[in-house]
């Protein structure tokens, strides 16, 4: 599998309903917050974001690894059931 295809297809997964923004705020104040990479924002004002998640990861650095390491196809069906029933 190319990794445009991959792509094409994990895109398409992740823009699946997954459940609701989680709460930050307290008891007292029910307004639904989600922390952002620039702070705490209301879950109002996210409208539609793309997740950043990783659904493979190579620990050996940066420098190290390749397309070589692993089997693109194999990646693909053995993470697809666990992103699909997220």
Known sequence: MKRREFLKIATAVAALPVGRASSFADEK???RRVM????????D???????HEHVMVDFV?????SPQRYDADEVFQVMVPYIANA
């Open 29 to 31: 104040d029910r307004t």
């Open 36 to 43: 952002t990479v620039a702070g705490e924002v209301s879950a």
């Open 45 to 51: 004002q996210l409208g539609k974001m793309l997740p």
């Open 61 to 65: 650095g940066a420098d190290t690894v």
